[in-house]
């Protein structure tokens, strides 16, 4: 069963396999990382590791029994109880409730373990999955943005109140939450 980690050095290789491996596919919805992206990863990685250590962000991985990371679900910009949530999954559990899934689970983290009550994130107007998955998770649309030069929508979701969607009794009323693309 996949688990929700929280990123670390030991998941460089596995994230810039599924990078590499998904790149096109992320490409059709988000604006493409560029080469130099995967030219200087290790720096970045650890730069990401750095911002994780200082408080400001939170990086999580969700990772299939084998090692592999099946997406990347995170969270930026923590401050004032507030922040942004951004996630990719690979294309090959994409439309498989995953994304929703495991958005569910991360915001349900950002409220217990990192004390946010809000959360925001922006999906591409042409993303139809990405905002169903945020609707899905209890985010409304609360305004336009502009992601990456493509046209989207802000989603906002309230931490301290029960996602509406969720009925399922083991997850008992737990608060519940996505944003396509991260550094």
């Not at 090692?67 to 910009?77: I, K, M, Q």
């Not at 999954?89 to 994409?94: C, D, I, P, R, S």
Request: glycine share 12%; aromatic share 8%; with cysteine.
């Amino acid at each position: 069963m996949p688990e929700l980690k929280r990123l670390d050095i030991g998941h460089a290789e596995a994230v810039l396999t599924f990078e590499l491996a998904n790149r096109g596919y992320f490409a059709g919805v988000i604006s493409d990382r560029g080469d130099a992206y995967f030219d200087e990863f290790t720096a970045r990685y650890r730069a990401l590791l750095a911002e994780q250590e200082a408080g400001t962000c939170a990086f999580y991985l969700l990772v299939a029994e084998d090692g592999s990371v099946l997406g990347r679900f995170n969270l930026y910009d923590l401050e004032d109880g507030v922040a942004e949530l951004g996630y990719r999954v690979a294309q090959h559990v994409a439309g498989r409730g995953v994304a929703t899934e495991t958005v569910r689970e991360l915001c349900r983290l950002a409220a217990t373990r990192h004390g946010l009550r809000t959360l925001r994130a922006g999906a591409a107007r042409e993303n139809a999955a990405s905002q169903r998955v945020l609707v899905k998770a209890g985010f409304v649309p609360v305004g336009p943005t502009d992601l990456g030069g493509r046209p989207g929508t802000w989603f906002q979701r309230d931490l301290v109140s029960p996602d509406p969607g969720n009925r399922h009794p083991d997850h008992g009323g737990d608060n519940e939450c996505g944003r396509l693309g991260e550094p």
